[in-house]
Nanobody
Framework: QVQLAESGGGAVQTGGSLRLSCVGS?????MAWFRQTPGKEREGVAL???????GYPHSGKGRFTISRDNGANTLYLQMSSLTPEDTGVYYC?????????????????WGRGTQFTVSS
């Protein structure tokens, strides 16, 4: 059983930046960040292959940067130009093998999430 633990949430002002971290009990496979914002379904914001190749949905390009440190079993999400619409709970997810997009059912392992709020 892979365990994932997110951190880095809190409060930030509009236009600010934030970096989230996710420490896993193992390395390898595809990892991703999802978010659940108020009134919306959970959506993927970034993924990264075991080799470190990132992928983003159209909505996330330019403001979010995903990276991973396999030696430290840690996944990161660097976010910039934040707006109140980014407020929500951000989850780290993992699946063995190759990445398969942003379908939530494709990820076997999930963290409990970290919350942050962007104030105007």
């Amino acid at each position: 059983q892979v365990q994932l633990a997110e951190s880095g949430g809190g409060a930030v002002q509009t236009g600010g930046s934030l970096r989230l971290s996710c420490v896993g009990s193992t390395t390898g496979g595809c990892m991703a960040w999802f978010r659940q914002t108020p009134g919306k379904e959970r959506e993927g914001v970034a993924l990264i292959t075991a080799a470190g190749t990132p992928g983003y949905p159209h909505s996330g390009k330019g403001r979010f940067t995903i990276s991973r440190d396999n030696g430290a079993n840690t996944l990161y999400l660097q976010m910039s130009s934040l707006t109140p619409e980014d407020t929500g709970v951000y989850y780290c997810a993992a699946r063995p093998g190759t990445c398969a997009g942003f379908v939530t059912q494709g990820y076997m392992y999930w963290g409990r999430g970290t919350q942050f709020t962007v104030s105007s």
